[in-house]
């Protein structure tokens, strides 16, 4: 019989079973990252920082050195752990509870000073671990616990755009947007995430992927019509796309 080379998950995860919900996409996402550290070759000298919220579980599965942040303050710890290793590769992986609300301030600051750090954003649009409340991104007439009867903009405000905000800054030297849902979105993302690891390793500047993300459990729906609603909602309100790329430019 012909060799078959048994199936591996990257070396940057540890291979302990996700405890995420059914239908998370945080799964993918970890593997894609953890993949991207393989290829790189950086697992020995990367750091992460885990952020308060469904995926502060981060550091049970990543292979990798690293610390929780208080909630929205990891791209200050990634600032500081940076400055102070500059030798070391360091990146936050954040929620849209945890990065576009108590932490708006810390990655507009960290973003607009060109902090050689790497942020991976995960929008589902709404609050996972603490209960389904809504979130500074859910968007408008969309039902949450807090919102029972749906976000409405003279109350609860507007969505807020994270990326569209982020792109205005010059310390920017790689900002997307991509989502997992399909085979292709995987690849693009993948290859989005590799960009953003490429700007820190290049010294080029901030880099961040925004990935759009479903929560079936927060938003009451099976894995299958989350990954519709996305396509069909998330996508029309955020749309995809690569706002910055400034990776192997000329100092």
């Not at 301030?105 to 607009?112: C, D, G, R, V």
């Not at 609050?127 to 003279?154: D, I, V």
Request: proline residues 5%; hydrophobic residues 40%.
């Amino acid at each position: 019989m012909p060799y078959v080379e048994k199936f591996k998950g990257p070396k940057a995860l540890n291979g302990k079973e996700f405890t995420y919900c059914p239908g998370c996409h945080h799964g993918i996402i970890h593997r894609l990252v953890a993949e991207v550290i393989d290829e790189l070759g950086i697992q020995g000298k990367t750091l992460m920082v885990s952020p308060v919220g469904c995926s502060v579980f981060g550091y049970e599965f990543f292979e990798l050195d690293g610390t929780v942040a208080a909630h929205g303050r990891a791209p200050a710890v990634a600032t500081g752990m940076k400055r102070a290793t500059p030798d070391k590769v360091v990146f936050t992986y954040q929620g849209d509870g945890d990065l576009a609300a108590i932490g708006t301030a810390e990655i507009i600051h960290a973003a607009n000073r060109g902090e050689k750090i790497t942020t991976i954003f995960v929008n589902n649009a709404i609050y996972g671990m603490t209960g389904g409340q809504m979130a500074p991104t859910t968007l408008l007439g969309m039902k949450t616990t807090t919102s029972p009867y749906g976000r409405r903009a003279e109350v609860e405000g507007h969505p807020i755009h994270m990326s569209e905000v982020i792109k205005e800054l010059d310390g920017v030297a790689y900002l997307a947007r991509t989502k997992v849902n399909t085979p292709m979105d995987v690849k693009k993302t993948k290859a989005a995430i590799k960009k953003a690891f490429e700007a820190q390793l290049n010294g080029d500047g901030f880099g961040m992927v925004e990935i759009l993300s479903t929560c079936p459990t927060n938003w009451g729906v099976s894995p299958v019509e989350a990954n519709k609603w996305l396509e069909e909602n998330l996508v029309k309100e955020y749309p995809l796309g690569t706002f910055i790329d400034k990776v192997g430019e000329a100092k």
